[in-house]
């Protein structure tokens, strides 16, 4: 094995590399090993059934753990692309309507949560914006996770509630919107240049609990990046405020690698973009525009790029989004593997 040849660990960055393939492939090789197993016990168990020996009701069981281990495995084949198997960085903003807005930006906000919960992956707050009544204006959330990107990316995009409002006296029903942004999270396998010349920085009083430490003290930072967009030649610029840790210097640091995870996203979106001239025939997949409606009182989720609809509208808001996620890889993930 090459892990066993002196000398592996001289460069640490690429013995991570070679460290990270490793595990990814000893996991497909466990997961065949899965599928097989459930694949003979549904074979044994169908040959039991014949000579009456387990009910059909076993049967069915072993078919269908068989069937969900099967899918599952298919469903990561779809996730080949270098980002996939990185962390994800979210960013719930809530769209114009104020507090009717904000308390939807935070029912999105707990969703993911509690998705990641459910999926046992690592969620850490890197700043939050609370509404002004109620709700949240912006929060960024980092996760940690196998494979965390490759699933949430399928969120990235406007998602839009219908409900009778409980903020308006008449009982109206009101519609907002909430922008989601995913990004995948960069860890020091992936080289990322950042010019210091276009980076400047504020620091400013972190707001909410923490202790005195963090009111008193400035150790909330803002990063301020210039950059040109090659594609419109016009200047932008990407802002990112970070008030986790009790110190400036570690919300430094963790603003360093938000702004490496934006930086890498850009350079994928022009990879997509290329991709987007070279296969100009197939359905284009449109970031940032509006992909689902979550309606109360028809107790409707619906996808708009997969159609997927679910009236499991409370699972939904729990965190139960796999189905979703699912529904959008099989569609569009051949796509995506080819950029």
Wanted: hydrophobic share 35%; net charge negative; with cysteine.
């Amino acid at each position: 094995m090459r892990t066993q040849v002196p000398g592996f660990w001289d460069d640490p960055k690429a013995a991570e590399l070679q460290m990270r393939k490793a595990k990814e492939l000893k996991k497909w090789i466990e997961g065949y090993h899965e599928v097989k197993a459930a694949a003979d016990e549904l074979q044994l168990a169908f040959d039991f059934y014949r000579e009456e020996a387990v009910t059909e009701e076993e049967v069915d069981a072993a078919y269908s753990h068989a069937t969900a281990l099967l899918e599952a495995i298919e469903m990561k084949n779809m996730l080949s692309n270098e980002e996939d198997s990185l962390g994800a960085v979210i960013k719930i903003v809530a769209g114009a309507g104020g507090t009717e807005a904000q308390d939807w930006a935070e029912m999105l906000f707990r969703m993911y949560q509690r998705y990641c919960e459910r999926q046992g992956y690592k969620c850490e707050l890197t700043n939050y914006q609370g509404g002004d009544e109620a709700g949240i204006k912006t929060v960024t959330m980092q996760v940690e996770g196998d494979m965390a990107f490759g699933y949430l990316k399928s969120e990235n995009g406007v998602h839009r509630l219908v409900r009778v409002s409980p903020f308006n006296a008449q009982g109206k029903r009101m519609t907002s919107f909430s922008s989601v942004f995913v990004v995948p999270l960069v860890d020091d396998t992936i080289n990322i240049e950042v010019n210091m010349a276009n980076l400047s920085w504020d620091t400013f009083r972190s707001g909410g609990a923490g202790g005195q430490n963090v009111n008193k003290v400035e150790t909330g930072v803002r990063l301020h990046y210039k950059y040109i967009d090659e594609v419109t030649g016009e200047e932008k610029e990407i802002a990112i405020e970070n008030t986790e840790s009790r110190s400036q210097l570690g919300n430094r640091e963790n603003a360093m690698r938000l702004l490496r995870s934006q930086l890498y996203e850009l350079e994928l979106e022009k990879r997509r973009a290329a991709q987007a001239v070279v296969e100009a025939g197939k359905k284009k997949i449109e970031w940032g525009s509006q992909i689902r409606s979550y309606v109360f009182d028809d107790r409707r989720v619906k996808d708009h790029r997969t159609n997927y609809q679910t009236s499991d509208v409370n699972g939904v808001m729990d965190g139960k989004i796999e189905d979703f996620i699912k529904a959008y890889l099989m569609e569009f993930g051949r796509e995506e593997k080819s950029i």
